[in-house]
Structure formats: C-alpha cells, structure tokens
C-alpha cells in the first residue's frame, strides 16, 4: 500500500557531489521516521543517515560532517545530500521510511517500507 522510490544515483569522481531522493507513495497519513542504509559490495547492509518526525538527526560516522538528511513533509519525500565523497562510500543506497497510511475511512495502520536501491559509484 505504501511504495518508496529512491532516485539520484549515478556515477561521480571523488570529492564529487550526489542528490539521493526518495518518495513514499499511497495515502500517507503521517511519516515518523526517515532513514538511509548502504550496501557496500561484499559488505552487511549498514545506516548511513535518519531523520525523525521532529527532525532531529544521526549519521555515521564515516559520514558525518560530509553527508545531511533532510525531509519534506508535504511531499513525502527526503533526501540525502551527499558530499565530498570517496571511493569507499560506492554502494547500493537504500530509503526506509516508516509512518502512518490510511488503509480505510477514519483508520490508519503503520507501515515501514524499502526502496529498491539506488547505485553510487565514486570513482575516477
């Protein structure tokens, strides 16, 4: 019932910049949380960044200072705006996002949904 999108990615040389986008799609009521994990070849799927309803964030360290989550409520969407970036951060880029949808009249039920993956290639 609720579908998330990831857009954005690509292939960027080092100290380059990329804009991931994601979107929830359905009959969003209310979204609690945003977060994004990587998936790095060969390696467990890790977080990267979230961002709660009451915006407050957390990154890891790998990327603090480089990497900044962000949301928009009144599209569903959030993003991840990522700089200064370096060979070791090449991975597959996922969106969760969990919240609220209407699923009938005056009823919500909760949801926690994946994208399908974004590809970030740094290299030269």
């Known amino acids: 019932q609720v579908q998330v999108l990831e857009s954005g990615g690509g292939l960027v ?3 380059g910049s990329l804009r991931l986008s994601c979107a929830a799609s ?5 979204i609690d949380s945003v977060a994004w994990f ?7 799927r ?3 960044a ?3 309803e009451n915006g407050r964030t957390d990154y890891a360290d790998s990327v603090t200072g480089r990497f900044t989550i962000s949301r928009d409520a009144s599209n569903n969407s959030a ?3 990522m700089s200064n970036l370096r060979p070791e951060d090449t991975a597959v880029y996922y969106c969760r996002i969990a919240g609220w949808y209407i699923s009938r009249p005056n ?5 926690d949904s994946w994208g ?4 970030v290639t740094v290299a030269s």
């Not at 990587?38 to 467990?44: I, N, T």
């Not at 399908?116 to 590809?119: L, R, V």
């Open 79 to 81: 993003y991840l705006q």
């Open 50 to 52: 979230r961002i709660s």
């Open 107 to 111: 009823y919500q039920t909760n949801f």
């Open 116 to 119: 399908q993956g974004t590809q």
């Open 46 to 48: 890790e977080l990267v």
């Open 13 to 15: 040389q080092p100290g």
């Open 26 to 30: 359905g009959n969003i009521h209310r």
């Open 38 to 44: 990587s998936r790095a070849p060969g390696k467990q």
